[in-house]
């Protein structure tokens, strides 16, 4: 059984910083994986991806040049860092597995297959 387990959500204020983390177990195959939030009323939207097969990391517009997604091959867990949060970053972060090796973008929640349970991000105004 595929398991995603994600951390480090918690209430931060407008400007500051997460670091959240995303461990996987019960597969052997290298998937990328993929970062995801969704806020109360909309639909979830792709953040970031990394990809196994070498390493390259994708970005959607919304997030770019202020979060950094990184995988430690060691232990199977990848994070996300978080900076410059604003209110509209506020929603429930989710990572997932796509079985392809690469990153596919744009980041679409279709490609993936396995879902953590999501850990929430509240940034205070």
């Known amino acids: 059984e595929v398991q995603l387990v994600e951390s480090g959500g918690g209430l931060v204020q407008a400007g500051g910083s997460l670091r959240l983390s995303c461990t996987a177990s019960?597969?052997?195959?290298?998937?990328?994986i993929g970062w995801f939030r969704q806020a109360p009323g909309k639909g979830r939207e792709g953040l970031s991806c990394?990809?196994?097969?070498?390493?390259?990391?994708g970005y959607a517009d919304s997030v770019r040049g202020r979060f950094t997604i990184s995988r430690d091959t060691t232990n199977n867990s990848v994070h996300l860092q978080m900076n410059s949060l604003n209110p509209e970053d506020t929603a429930v972060y989710y990572c997932?597995?796509?079985?392809?090796?690469?990153?596919?973008?744009?980041?679409?929640?279709?490609?993936?297959?396995?879902w953590g349970q999501g850990t929430q991000v509240t940034v205070s105004s």
């Open positions: 990394i990809s196994a097969s070498d390493g390259s990391a």
């Open positions: 019960g597969f052997t195959d290298d998937y990328s």
């Open positions: 997932a597995t796509d079985l392809k090796s690469s990153c596919r973008r744009p980041i679409a929640a279709a490609f993936y297959d396995y």
